[in-house]
């Protein structure tokens, strides 16, 4: 059976929810697919020892309705995963959602018909929709690199990605275990399961600058402090740059080096990422201003380490990157772990994994090191990648991924010109998993999403699509902000880089998420300039 609806929305995390919640208020008939057993997107998904939010819990809510942000309580400034899983299904089971959803359930393909002007889309359970407007609320880093290394189907122990961790963990008492990958979620486990093996082996590529997190438990005092501030958030978060609390309130040329340095030094201690998001805007722009501030975190991250050799392998050198050009993690004696007896950084800069064998890892050198279990940290194929994953033709028998493959292009980051009704938040080119508080930048583009369709609803048109001159200027926009910084220059899952074959170009906006707002904001007073309506 082919069932008729108004609009599909692939993906029950915070941006899906949402989403599906906004269309149903419309008195669409709207349906949700999900290919987990729950509610939760990232926070279903990512249930590694140490996963948390490093966005401060109380701005990391809906802020639509005052009632629904103060009806939960938060037990701390960063919570861990499990107590965020709550939260979601808090908020799905309070605005009713579930019964709008089909769990265990991927979307495989998804076909536009140039006739009827509608989506055919099919599942894996073999449900097939026929609908008019098709969203993509897949997430930004949710299409894990799971196959990456030769041979690891022949490895004789246990070897998982973080992001498909199981449910019920895993024993690690007395183990022997490799972590590959020290970014974000590599140091989150690391630094989580150190004193529960028996050895720890921490392959590292690529060193990071990290700063320290301060996660104080929340009380009555903490709960009516923030919870008295939703106004101020609700006003504030949209307008920042990054949709946090705080933005960059200083000036590097204005203050003397020892100013500067107590900036600094003050900041650093708030234990958030506020060094990253709100220090000083000109570390994105001026090479020397990144520098310094990259030798204040550098000199931080060696007093602690202490140790030469850790130092040189943990700790980035100057010409490597700038601080804040890369994803910026948030650790709680994170380095302090590589003292332990039972911890080796194993460099693989120079000496890269070979391959995995049934004993464990094998280096470029010969070299192997026998494990049981094996955790892989080593990312996704960011912005782009979900939705590749899916068979999605568009108009004219055009193929998402195979345009992606070539060049990696959309139009404010939530259409994509030959794809008609088809929506996308978190995609390349607008604010995603860079420089925003997730939350704050998909709560704007669901928005905008469903005003968009409620205006095509009110003037009897049913198909939209970006013009190929409005995507031109948009990536043109896009492009011009993003090659101004030191952002552009440098090599990571920001560029795309991580994935062989990838094309590059920086996946998120930059220009700041207040403005981001501001244009899309812009483009809809103007009738959606850019966009062809019929």
């Given at each position: 059976?082919?069932?008729?609806?108004?609009?599909?929305?692939?993906?029950?995390?915070?941006?899906?929810?949402?989403?599906?919640?906004?269309?149903?208020?419309?008195?669409?008939?709207?349906?949700?697919?999900e290919a987990g057993s729950n509610v939760g997107g990232t926070w279903y998904w990512n249930r590694y020892p140490g996963a948390k939010f490093d966005s401060e819990s109380y701005i990391y809510q809906y802020l639509f309705d005052e009632e629904l942000y103060k009806d939960w309580t938060w037990?701390?400034?960063?919570?861990?995963?499990?107590?965020?899983?709550?939260?979601?299904?808090?908020?799905?089971?309070?605005?009713?959602?579930?019964?709008?959803?089909?769990?265990?359930?991927?979307?495989?393909?998804?076909?536009?018909?140039?006739?009827?002007?509608?989506?055919?889309?099919?599942?894996?359970?073999?449900?097939?929709?026929?609908?008019?407007?098709?969203?993509?609320?897949?997430?930004?880093?949710?299409?894990?690199?799971?196959?990456?290394?030769?041979?690891?189907?022949?490895?004789?122990?246990?070897?998982?990605?973080?992001?498909?961790?199981?449910?019920?963990?895993?024993?690690?008492?007395?183990?022997?275990?490799?972590?590959?990958?020290?970014?974000?979620?590599?140091?989150?486990?690391?630094?989580?399961?150190?004193?529960?093996?028996?050895?720890?082996?921490?392959?590292?590529?690529?060193?990071?600058?990290?700063?320290?997190?301060?996660?104080?438990?929340?009380?009555?005092?903490?709960?009516?402090?923030?919870?008295?501030?939703?106004?101020?958030?609700?006003?504030?978060?949209?307008?920042?740059?990054?949709?946090?609390?705080?933005?960059?309130?200083?000036?590097?040329?204005?203050?003397?080096?020892?100013?500067?340095?107590?900036?600094?030094?003050?900041?650093?201690?708030?234990?958030?990422?506020?060094?990253?998001?709100?220090?000083?805007?000109?570390?994105?722009?001026?090479?020397?201003?990144?520098?310094?501030?990259?030798?204040?975190?550098?000199?931080?991250?060696?007093?602690?380490?202490?140790?030469?050799?850790?130092?040189?392998?943990?700790?980035?050198?100057?010409?490597?990157?700038?601080?804040?050009?890369?994803?910026?993690?948030?650790?709680?004696?994170?380095?302090?772990?590589?003292?332990?007896?039972?911890?080796?950084?194993?460099?693989?800069?120079?000496?890269?994994?070979?391959?995995?064998?049934?004993?464990?890892?094998?280096?470029?050198?010969?070299?192997?090191?026998?494990?049981?279990?094996?955790?892989?940290?080593?990312?996704?194929?960011?912005?782009?990648?979900?939705?590749?994953?899916?068979?999605?033709?568009?108009?004219?028998?055009?193929?998402?991924?195979?345009?992606?493959?070539?060049?990696?292009?959309?139009?404010?980051?939530?259409?994509?010109?030959?794809?008609?009704?088809?929506?996308?938040?978190?995609?390349?080119?607008?604010?995603?998993?860079?420089?925003?508080?997730?939350?704050?930048?998909?709560?704007?583009?669901?928005?905008?999403?469903?005003?968009?369709?409620?205006?095509?609803?009110?003037?009897?048109?049913?198909?939209?699509?970006?013009?190929?001159?409005?995507?031109?200027?948009?990536?043109?926009?896009?492009?011009?902000?993003?090659?101004?910084?030191?952002?552009?220059?440098?090599?990571?899952?920001?560029?795309?880089?991580?994935?062989?074959?990838?094309?590059?170009?920086?996946?998120?906006?930059?220009?700041?998420?207040?403005?981001?707002?501001?244009?899309?904001?812009?483009?809809?007073?103007?009738?959606?300039?850019?966009?062809?309506?019929?």
């Open positions: 059976m082919t069932r008729k609806i108004d609009a599909l929305v692939i993906g029950a995390g915070v941006a899906g929810l949402y989403q599906l919640h906004q269309l149903r208020q419309e008195g669409m008939e709207v349906h949700g697919v037990s701390e400034r960063f919570p861990a995963q499990p107590e965020i899983e709550r939260w979601m299904n808090y908020i799905a089971d309070r605005l009713d959602l579930r019964k709008d959803f089909t769990f265990n359930a991927r979307v495989t393909t998804a076909r536009f018909d140039d006739v009827t002007g509608r989506w055919l889309v099919e599942t894996d359970k073999g449900e097939t929709y026929d609908t008019q407007f098709l969203i993509g609320c897949t997430g930004m880093l949710s299409a894990p690199l799971e196959d990456r290394f030769k041979g690891q189907a022949s490895f004789n122990g246990k070897i998982v990605h973080t992001a498909r961790y199981p449910r019920g963990g895993l024993n690690l008492t007395g183990k022997r275990v490799g972590v590959i990958g020290i970014g974000a979620t590599g140091i989150q486990v690391i630094q989580t399961i150190a004193s529960e093996v028996g050895e720890l082996k921490v392959f590292v590529r690529t060193p990071q600058y990290v700063l320290p997190m301060k996660n104080p438990k929340y009380g009555p005092d903490e709960e009516q402090w923030y919870k008295s501030r939703f106004d101020e958030l609700k006003l504030n978060l949209p307008h920042s740059f990054t949709g946090f609390e705080y933005d960059f309130e200083h000036q590097w040329a204005s203050l003397t080096p020892a100013q500067r340095l107590d900036v600094l030094e003050e900041i650093h201690s708030d234990g958030s990422l506020k060094l990253w998001l709100a220090s000083f805007a000109e570390m994105f722009f001026d090479e020397d201003v990144s520098e310094e501030i990259s030798a204040f975190v550098r000199g931080k991250m060696a007093a602690r380490l202490k140790d030469p050799e850790l130092i040189d392998i943990l700790v980035p050198k100057k010409g490597d990157y700038g601080f804040g050009t890369h994803r910026v993690p948030l650790e709680m004696n994170y380095l302090e772990v590589y003292l332990r007896e039972n911890v080796q950084a194993v460099s693989v800069k120079d000496n890269a994994i070979a391959e995995i064998v049934p004993e464990g890892v094998k280096l470029e050198d010969g070299t192997v090191y026998p494990l049981d279990v094996i955790i892989m940290a080593v990312g996704f194929d960011a912005g782009s990648g979900a939705l590749s994953r899916i068979d999605i033709t568009g108009r004219d028998g055009m193929k998402l991924a195979e345009e992606w493959r070539r060049e990696i292009r959309t139009t404010l980051g939530m259409q994509k010109h030959g794809f008609p009704n088809l929506f996308m938040t978190g995609a390349p080119l607008a604010p995603s998993a860079a420089l925003c508080n997730m939350t704050t930048c998909l709560q704007q583009q669901t928005e905008w999403i469903t005003d968009c369709i409620k205006a095509l609803r009110g003037s009897n048109k049913t198909v939209i699509e970006p013009t190929a001159e409005g995507e031109e200027a948009w990536v043109r926009h896009h492009d011009e902000t993003a090659n101004a910084t030191l952002i552009a220059r440098t090599n990571s899952w920001y560029t795309g880089s991580n994935v062989p074959g990838k094309p590059r170009r920086v996946l998120s906006y930059t220009g700041g998420v207040g403005a981001y707002r501001k244009r899309c904001l812009e483009a809809a007073e103007a009738g959606y300039e850019g966009f062809a309506t019929s």
